[in-house]
Nanobody
Framework: QVQLVESGGGSVQAGGSLRLSCAASGFVFNGLCMGWFRQTPEKEREGVATISAEGAVTFYADSVKGRFTISRDNAQNTVYLRMNNLIPEDTAMYSC????????????????????WGQGTQVSVST
């Protein structure tokens, strides 16, 4: 049974930091690319960051570049999203997802190609 379970969300003030985790099971974790996405009720789902299967290559949306870092630990079947200098616009439900690495990481910022999704963890940033 495939599972992606996110954790680490919460409420922080602007300028603060959070680290999200996504624990994977039920599939060959180190064989798939991973992505982090976020969504609010007012907006469509937005790709935030993607990472290659071995973790050597990453790609970020312009809105988070320089503030967020995606990483993975294949020994622990976990992908992370470190979020620094948070702003209120970062408030959203954050989800991780797994996709075949057939497409460039830039392309994987779109949610079309993902096979597996987690339920999400809420991040709220206040002024």
């Amino acid at each position: 049974q495939v599972q992606l379970v996110e954790s680490g969300g919460g409420s922080v003030q602007a300028g603060g930091s959070l680290r999200l985790s996504c624990a994977a099971s039920g599939f060959v974790f180190n064989g798939l690319c991973m992505g982090w996405f976020r969504q609010t009720p007012e907006k469509e789902r937005e790709g935030v960051a993607t990472i290659s299967a071995e973790g050597a290559v990453t790609f970020y949306a312009d809105s988070v570049k320089g503030r967020f870092t995606i990483s993975r630990d294949n020994a622990q079947n976990t992908v992370y999203l470190r979020m620094n200098n948070l702003i209120p616009e970062d408030t959203a439900m954050y989800s991780c997802a797994a996709a075949p690495c057939r497409w460039p990481l830039r392309t994987l910022l779109k949610d079309d190609h993902y096979h597996y999704w987690g339920q999400g963890t809420q991040v709220s940033v206040s002024t």
